[in-house]
Antibody, heavy 124, light 111 residues
Framework: QITLKESGPALVKPTQTLTLTCTFSGFSLTTSQEGVGWIRQPPGKALEWLALIYWNDDKRYSPSLKTRLTITKDTSKNQVVLTIDNLDPVDTGTYYC????????????????WGNGTTVTVSS | QSALTQPASVSGSPGQSITISCSGSSSDVGGYNYVSWYQQHPGKAPKLMIYDVTYRPSGVSNRFSASKSGNTASLTISGLQAEDEADYYCSSYSAINTRVLFGGGTKLTVL
């Protein structure tokens, strides 16, 4: 059974850097074709895809946020970390990490198992 | 404004069928069979309902079906049930900057 859990600060100040950790189980990011992604959702608004990292350390970023995002993995800890630089109040929302559906070829980004999300507020 | 356009809301009575549209362009929905649909209940994480335009992941009810014509994808829910009341999001790969797009979401109300 695949599970994912997001963790990180609930409140951050503008201009600071946000570090979010996704701790997962039920699969390994050393296995071919596996991937973990991040998606966020501002309050009352739509989903927004942020980034994904593959088992081979290939990384994909949202073009509009690429300069501010960094995604990394620690396979020994079964964790994926997303950092977002230079935070703004518009970055407020719920951040989800999710497992990429196996058996589908890139450039597909279907997320079949999601964490419960972690809520982040950017405010001074 | 989302890159994929969905109606803000749809409604139907139990037992009826409804269809949610998702309009894009030839660079995304129309150009690739990489469309997916997610269901999201209030306060919950999204759930993958459809991928590769028409395929259902294991465990998803066959009351959910989907299709695509030109630049518009559609999700149909038949035999509406109260538990289907949720927000639904379409998503597509886009060749422009190789990105993933989401629609603005459609709120389904079961009357």
């Amino acid at each position: 059974q695949i599970t994912l859990k997001e963790s990180g600060p609930a409140l951050v100040k503008p201009t600071q850097t946000l570090t979010l950790t996704c701790t997962f189980s039920g699969f390994s990011l050393t296995t071919s074709q596996e991937g973990v992604g991040w998606i966020r959702q501002p309050p009352g608004k739509a989903l927004e895809w942020l980034a994904l990292i593959y088992w081979n350390d290939d990384k994909r970023y949202s073009p509009s946020l690429k300069t501010r995002l960094t995604i990394t993995k620690d396979t020994s800890k079964n964790q994926v970390v997303l950092t977002i630089d230079n935070l703004d109040p518009v970055d407020t929302g719920t951040y989800y990490c999710a497992h990429r559906l196996r058996g589908t070829a890139p450039p597909t980004y279907y997320m079949d198992v999601w964490g419960n999300g972690t809520t982040v507020t950017v405010s001074s | 404004q989302s890159a994929l356009t969905q109606p803000a809301s749809v409604s139907g009575s139990p037992g009826q069928s409804i269809t949610i549209s998702c309009s894009g362009s030839s660079s995304d929905v129309g150009g690739y069979n990489y469309v997916s649909w997610y269901q999201q209940h209030p306060g919950k994480a999204p759930k993958l309902m459809i991928y590769d335009v028409t395929y259902r992941p294991s465990g998803v009810s066959n009351r959910f079906s989907a299709s695509k014509s030109g630049n518009t994808a559609s999700l149909t829910i038949s035999g509406l049930q109260a538990e289907d009341e949720a927000d639904y999001y379409c998503s597509s790969y886009s060749a422009i900057n190789t990105r993933v797009l989401f629609g603005g979401g459609t709120k389904l109300t079961v009357l």
